[in-house]
């Protein structure tokens, strides 16, 4: 089930000015793949830093575990899930990525396991990666702002299916599918974690950015009785202010990046 990331200029985990500068990302990779739980896990992380990276004529494609389908009370899943697969795709399409795909594992009971590492190790033989990107995999977001068991699974899954994907005894079917071993991962970059070490200019993408998450609007109506856009707008704008604290003064998007 979606939640949003709590706000990130008064959680602990972006840290006041004193603490150490966020390195910049790599820059020296083509191509990208985001797993993530939900839609909207993307737009309410680093959609800014994606809009950059499609600017500059890098690939990126979305994969999602599940189609968001327990995310809204109001709604029943068969409804809510195809609106907000829909809704996911013009969002993306607002930052520059065409090709978005669903797992469809069960939105709020994902469970860790094989299959959830099959099915993303899978994803990054399809897609063969140098980025991976994902979303905070730990218990908290910082102090005592919980997590959800989607996310954490997710993300624990994403870190694992890197190291997999190049494995041919692991998952050994996959070959037999046409998906060979695919040793090229070369980071897994966490967005909204508790311990960033790099960053990426959110400047030019940071508008896009808001009307990326503004494309949730079914969700976000249902979240909140505040405007739509001064709600995107004042969540995304705060974060990026908060986290370029720690990155030379700019807007910036966060990331825990994990080389391999």
């Not at 695919?182 to 960033?196: D, F, K």
Request: charge should be negative; hydrophobic fraction near 40%.
């Amino acid at each position: 089930m979606t939640e949003p990331q709590p706000d990130l200029t008064t959680e602990p985990h972006n840290g006041p000015a004193t603490e150490p500068p966020l390195e910049p990302m790599p820059t020296d990779w083509q191509r990208a793949l985001a797993v993530v739980a939900h839609p909207d896990d993307l737009e309410y992380g680093c959609a800014a830093a994606v809009a950059g990276w499609t600017d500059a004529g890098r690939e990126i494609t979305y994969v999602l575990a599940t189609r968001g389908e327990a995310g809204i009370d109001t709604l029943e899943p068969a409804t809510c899930g195809p609106l907000r697969e829909q809704e996911q795709r013009a969002s993306a399409a607002v930052v520059g990525v065409s090709s978005v795909e669903f797992l469809d594992h069960k939105d709020g009971v994902i469970e860790y396991g094989l299959r959830l590492r099959r099915d993303i190790a899978a994803a990054i033989r399809r897609h063969r990666p140098e980025l991976v990107i994902t979303l905070n995999h730990r218990d908290t977001w910082g102090g005592v702002a919980w997590n959800t068991p989607d996310h954490v699974a997710v993300g624990r899954a994403t870190l694992d299916a890197a190291s997999d994907a190049g494995n041919r005894w692991i998952f050994p079917e996959l070959a037999d599918q046409g998906l060979e071993p695919w040793n090229g991962v070369r980071w897994v970059a966490v967005a909204g974690s508790a311990q960033p070490t790099h960053a990426v200019d959110a400047t030019p993408g940071l508008e896009r950015s808001v009307r990326s998450l503004l494309e949730h609007r079914t969700y976000i109506e249902a979240l909140t009785d505040e405007d739509p856009e001064t709600y995107c707008r004042t969540f995304l704008l705060g974060n990026a202010e908060a986290t370029g604290r720690r990155f030379g003064g700019k807007p910036a998007v966060a990331f825990e990046l994990f080389s391999r």
